[in-house]
């Protein structure tokens, strides 16, 4: 996996867009970025990936930079219930999807 | 059902205990995963089965045993733990086979102590 890096907590208002930074500055040409989210003791939720273009889905937006060493997750509207621990993969291969500290996101009313 | 489906959500064991945890997936994925997570630590990738074989064990004790009898089925036998086993496990699932895909499906988990 590409070593990614992201702040450990972030904290957002409720109705805010949410921007979560990520670090992957060793990525190489073919890894993906992947984002999941985990509230508080249930399993992680897939939120979106991507290799080179932005993408969108119902969820969140994805920004990866043109030289692929970072991206952003968006979460345009962010409601107390994004309050989780968010977490950005590049994995080698996608058997191989190894989970670091997060950040953690707070949303605010 | 739906999704990937673990039970049992809540388990309490003693050291000189025997049981399995057991993880169904219904989404048609060919590769299943453990994970391991202990209190305030990130996830650990335990073992990854992919097309219904072991791909990797992550230098995970031999007090655990995986199985996966088919695609959809994966289990995880547990003996004389230790109370530092105590944890959340989870299962996942996915689709390989193309480069990349839409990532892994995860259960709610089972909540183990060891006593």
């Known amino acids: 996996d590409a070593k990614t890096t992201q702040p450990t907590s972030m904290d957002c208002a409720e109705g805010r867009a949410a921007n979560l930074p990520c670090n992957h500055s060793?990525?190489?040409?073919?890894?993906?970025v992947y984002w999941y989210r985990q509230i508080h003791s249930q399993g992680p939720q897939y939120i979106i990936h991507?290799?080179?273009n932005n993408e969108t889905n119902e969820m969140a937006s994805l920004i990866i930079t043109e030289d692929r060493k970072s991206s952003t997750l968006i979460l345009p509207h962010a409601t107390l219930r994004d309050t989780a621990v968010y977490y950005c993969?590049?994995?080698?291969?996608?058997?191989?999807?190894?989970f670091g500290a997060g950040t953690r996101l707070t949303v605010k009313p | 059902e739906t999704g990937v489906t673990q039970t049992p959500r809540h388990l309490v064991m003693g050291m000189t205990n025997k049981k399995s945890l057991k993880c169904e997936q219904h989404?048609?994925?060919?590769?299943m995963y453990w994970y391991k997570q202990s209190a305030k630590k990130p996830l650990e990738l335990m073992f990854v089965?992919?097309?219904?074989?072991?791909?990797e064990n992550n230098s995970v004790p031999s007090r655990f045993s995986p199985e996966c009898p088919n695609s959809s089925h994966l289990f995880l036998h547990l003996h004389t733990l230790q109370p530092e086993d105590s944890a959340l496990y989870l299962c996942?699932?996915?689709?390989?086979?193309?480069?990349f895909g839409d990532g892994y499906t995860f259960g709610s988990g089972t909540r183990l102590t060891v006593v």
């Open positions: 996942a699932s996915s689709q390989v086979g193309t480069l």
């Open positions: 989404l048609g994925h060919n590769a």
């Open positions: 991507g290799l080179k």
């Open positions: 089965y992919s097309l219904e074989e072991r791909v």
């Open positions: 993969i590049a994995p080698y291969n996608n058997n191989d999807m190894r």
């Open positions: 060793t990525i190489s040409g073919n890894e993906y």
